[in-house]
């Protein structure tokens, strides 16, 4: 079994498209007004339009049960966390060591908590 897709529910898909694209740098398969696919290997993450934008306050501190956080991978972490900063993209965590892996925390534009970590180099 592998992960085919994930879906991320947005307020505004414009926007959404956005950042996962032109600031994120994920690769476009196809938008839509209410459905549009990013290119992200093995498997597709997908923005859907959300019937109504839920506010995130009650939950800014902790993660509510149904709730989810996609995880993406980059070479480098530091030249990225260095662009989500020229993008003011809200930091969660700088890049730092967590469980054996450099992680760092972003919010998307509906605050969605995004984990960006660093391949590790095998040697």
Request: charged residues 25%; glycine residues 4%; proline residues 2%.
């Amino acid at each position: 079994m592998k992960l085919n897709y994930a879906i991320v529910f947005v307020s505004d898909m414009e926007l959404s498209i956005t950042f996962y694209r032109d600031v994120l740098g994920l690769s476009m398969k196809f938008s839509s007004s209410h459905w549009s696919e990013f290119l992200t290997g093995d498997a597709t993450l997908a923005l859907h339009l959300a019937d109504s934008h839920a506010s995130r306050s009650e939950t800014k501190d902790r993660e509510a049960a149904g709730s989810s956080r996609p995880g993406l991978q980059v070479q480098d972490l530091d030249s990225f966390h260095d662009r989500m900063m020229m993008h003011h993209v809200e930091c969660l965590q700088v890049p730092s060591e967590s469980f054996g892996s450099r992680i760092a925390k972003y919010a998307d534009p509906d605050g969605l908590v995004i984990s960006v970590s660093e391949a590790r180099s095998d040697s």
